[in-house]
Nanobody, 122 residues
């Protein structure tokens, strides 16, 4: 099995925080750029954040800037997404995936996991 395993989701009140983990299973993630994506009910999946492999450069969609932080620990083969000041509109299934570059198209990302559900009550 070659994929990511996402965890850390759950139910949280608006303004709360969660830390999602993305653990690589069956491969080593250090040569990949890693992105976090989310998909809300009835919506298309969209990119949220990404971290590069070569210089740990990070990028975020405008809606989460200043609230979310992506990081990676290659020794643990894991990428994290710390989410603060959560809003009801953050409610979605969250996925991570790997690509050669953060600016790759979404369909160039691979090793998608099962996702982890984040629900922000309203």
């Amino acid at each position: 099995q070659v994929q990511f395993v996402e965890s850390g989701g759950g139910l949280v009140q608006p303004g709360g925080s969660l830390r999602l983990s993305c653990a690589a299973s069956g491969f080593t993630l250090d040569v990949y750029d890693i992105g976090w994506f989310h998909q809300a009910p009835g919506k298309e999946r969209e990119g949220v954040s990404c971290i590069s492999s070569n210089d740990w450069k990070t990028r975020y969609v405008e809606a989460v800037k200043g609230r979310f932080t992506i990081s990676r620990d290659n020794a643990k083969n894991t990428v994290y997404l710390e989410m603060n000041s959560l809003k009801p509109e953050d409610t979605a299934d969250y996925y991570c995936a790997a690509a050669p570059y953060c600016d790759s198209a979404q369909n160039e990302f691979d090793y998608w996991g099962q996702g982890t559900q984040v629900t922000v009550s309203s």
